[in-house]
């Protein structure tokens, strides 16, 4: 039901992507969209891009008088370091990174190749995701994300989705927690000193959730692989862990998995979420949770070895600018992520043409499984 597709390079004009899927009627909230996108490119530890953009959105189709009309919506971000013409070309692809394959592959030069692989496209797939947080909001669902590990610091307490909401503000690092975010401080400022780089884990959590979304029929329905595979698809993450995650291996059954219950007013429900709001492929109804883990970044000024792709000779690997630490920004970007995976689901489910045509749908399920 819901596409997108981004376009652009990370020292281009622009960034632009068209949303498409999108019912009609939906009200546009540029101050919720560029809020995001501001959240991104803050976090200790960031590189000295982000000194330079302010990243802002402008929305070039799809939305008359601030409501979605059920086109496509084009959406833009220009770019101020505007040096794709400048910027010269490397020999030496740094390990980690696209570099080398992506020159192989596509028999080019690795500065075609970085420009696109950048992170910096996650800046227009927060966009993109906030467009569909505004989506979910219009049915009472909302996202959260925080940082939950940078290097060996770790924050292992158990925590509300309102705690969240509440704890994580005014951190450099989107950490609930004082004490361990100057861990985590620490943990960047130590890989600073030493040239090197961190990486981390982040949770995403999604609320008002209605049993249903996804489904058990078709691999390619299943939520919990929609939501994994799309969080995998962002630059330097390389895990995804759903509630209980990899601790399923050393938990025994009677303690892995949530009990079922029954109340006249609320439904079926689980008093736990060992399973992270998704079994069999489809959401249960209780909040989704899940952890992505970023690898640390592949560009450090401790320089790798590497091969000169011109001589074929040992040499150190090139340096960009760059982060120390994503892990912050990491978790904008995967709650804009889990945000799009979602609406997608629930228009798989509900959609219409119309915000009134999807309201209506989806008033009526609740009512069938009531």
Same mark, same amino acid.
Not at 37 to 44: A, D, E, T
Not at 187 to 202: F, H, L, P, R, S
Not at 206 to 234: F, N, T
Not at 344 to 362: I, P
């Given at each position: ?126 966009? =993109?995701?906030? =467009? ?26 158990? =925590? ?211």
């Amino acid at each position: 039901m819901l596409q997108f597709l981004t376009c652009g390079e990370s020292h281009g004009k622009y960034l632009t992507a068209i949303l498409e899927g999108l019912p009609s009627g939906l009200e546009m909230d540029l101050d919720v969209i560029n809020h995001e996108l501001s959240k991104r490119q803050k976090g200790y530890g960031r590189g000295g891009r982000q000194k330079i953009e302010n990243d802002q959105i402008e929305i070039t189709g799809g939305v008359y008088k601030g409501k979605t009309t059920g086109a496509p919506i084009g959406l833009l971000i220009a770019n101020k370091d505007v040096t794709i013409d400048q910027v010269p070309q490397l020999f030496r692809p740094r390990p980690g990174h696209a570099d080398l394959a992506g020159a192989l592959k596509y028999n080019e030069g690795i500065r075609e190749i970085l420009e696109r692989a950048s992170a910096r496209e996650t800046a227009i797939r927060v966009a =993109v995701g906030a =467009v569909t947080e505004l989506f979910l909001r219009q049915f009472k669902i909302e996202m959260v994300g925080h940082v939950v590990q940078i290097g060996k610091a770790r924050f292992e307490e158990e =925590v509300t989705f309102d705690q969240i909401l509440k704890r994580r503000e005014g951190s450099e690092v989107n950490c609930v927690s004082r004490e361990v975010e100057k861990m985590m401080l620490a943990e960047i400022q130590k890989a600073m000193k030493n040239k090197d780089t961190v990486g981390g884990t982040y949770e995403i959590r999604a609320r008002g959730i209605p049993i249903g979304l996804g489904s058990h029929v078709h691999y390619k329905r299943k939520l919990d692989g929609r939501i994994a595979q799309a969080l995998m698809s962002m630059q330097s993450v390389k895990a995804v862990e759903f509630g209980l995650g990899v601790l399923e291996a050393e938990t025994p059954g009677s303690r892995a998995h949530d009990e079922i219950f029954y109340d006249p007013k609320r439904g079926y429900f689980h008093k736990t979420n060992r399973a992270g709001g998704v079994t069999g492929g489809m959401s249960t109804g209780a909040e989704i949770l899940v952890r992505a883990t970023m690898k640390p970044i592949s560009t450090l000024r401790q320089e790798l070895r590497s091969v000169n792709m011109k001589t074929r000779k040992e040499e150190k690997a090139d340096f960009e600018r760059s982060d120390v630490c994503a892990v912050p920004a990491g978790s904008v970007i995967g709650e804009a992520i889990v945000a799009f995976e979602i609406a997608d689901a629930f228009l798989e489910k509900f959609g219409g043409d119309s915000m009134v045509e999807t309201k209506r749908n989806y008033e009526g399920y609740l009512k069938q499984i009531a």
